[in-house]
DNA sequence: CCATGTGAATGTTTTCACAGCT
DNA sequence: AGCTGTGAAAACATTCACATGG
């Protein structure tokens, strides 16, 4: 039950960075050290798993699983071995309940508060995605830069300006943060969220940011991903 | 070194996937042998040596380039070395030189024109998005399934209905397509895409989408993102 | 039987460390 | 003296294959 998040290193550049051990607590430890490119996958586990009970499918076995999810089967049981054993042979697992527990692990039985910064084009794109409350966040501060001038667009969510992220930030007790500046103010917001006890950033930013040890990042990089695409065109 | 965590871990089988070797033509080329995470990394290498270049840094080491990026020197050095070999020792890369290089192995030396499929609040915001003409990719069609509410919105794009995909696409030569239309609508974009001729696609939808082998899909999934870090946040 | 969970094997990616060139 | 390029080693990740249990 008590799966003590264990961290492993990072990434530097690709996909984000989770938090790095140097800076964290040695507490006591349940569980063994869970790569990250394991949590990485359970999002996706978590979802098919959803789906499917939704679907009133009651089992499924690590095979169809796999295929649904576009993986393989041994890699499932694997991941899932880092956490402890859900499956009955012969049966397979139980949608409903290995859904919810990983749910559980990942902690989005419940709902986050997050902080954005930048409402431009991308940032009200993303206060408009309603896919986001479901997941398990709801946007519950916006900061820009130019926050008199966007006021009235956010539906029922306050904007401040950028001078006040530490402070509301600290005051609403927010852990998660979406980035979503130009590349060169993205450093100086990361740090300002930092500051104001942020654990958890997703960067939109085309920029490596630099964040203490205990904070983990992931980047949402289009462009890069798109250049990497074009090397395996014809010409 | 800085707070700033190096490592690097791979991410397999997450964020996308490369064309298959089954199906890719066995040409000349150098890609065959080229491992898809040093393909991901090269965009950034690309962008760090034309913000050096641009500032007017002649040549750069490896160690330094790395510290830009956020990796290691021995990464990169080991990733251009697929390449060629394009250092002087004692004095480093030339940063205008090997820019362009990467640009070209990455063939953003040059336009591409890409489809857009879905017109909603993240389909506009990608349209609006600046970032994306300078990073070598015009949006040249437009699709939505309601293209008549949505044609005057767009700026000079043409806007068409979803069946007109196959055959414009195919019309204009388009080789790169962005999914930006619900989950559930996702597979069946796909698939005219790549009847059209489509053989590079940027996945936002939460989907897994199938496709022949040769064609390259890279997903962008900001809540499976954001659901793996809430992994490492305290209760 | 069927399908899990896991040691062992294999494959991939990163890092070390240094010979060799400028 | 400084820094690349690369064998060799280490670390990491995936897959195989099967003993085990419902």
Known sequence: MSILREHVSAIATLPGRAPS??????????????????????????????????????????????????????????????????????????????GETIAGFLKIDRQWDVALVGYGNLGRAITHYRGLIPSSFTISAIFDRKAAEYQEHAPGIPVHSDEHIESEVARLGIRIGIIAVPAGAAQEVTDKLTAGGVLAMLNYAPVVLRVPGHVTVREIDPISAMQSMTFYLPD
């Not at 140097?22 to 359970?42: A, F, G, K």
């Not at 586990?45 to 649904?68: H, T």
């Open 21 to 98: 051990e140097e800076t964290m607590t040695p507490r006591v430890q349940v569980s063994r050290e869970i790569p990250d490119i394991v949590v990485r996958r359970l999002p996706l586990y978590a979802r098919a798993l959803r789906d499917l009970s939704a679907r009133g499918i009651p089992s499924v076995s690590s095979e169809s699983l796999a295929e649904a999810i576009g993986v393989t089967a041994a890699q499932i049981r694997r991941d899932l071995s880092y956490f402890g054993r859900f499956g009955k042979q012969g049966k397979g697992y139980d949608t409903q309940f290995l």
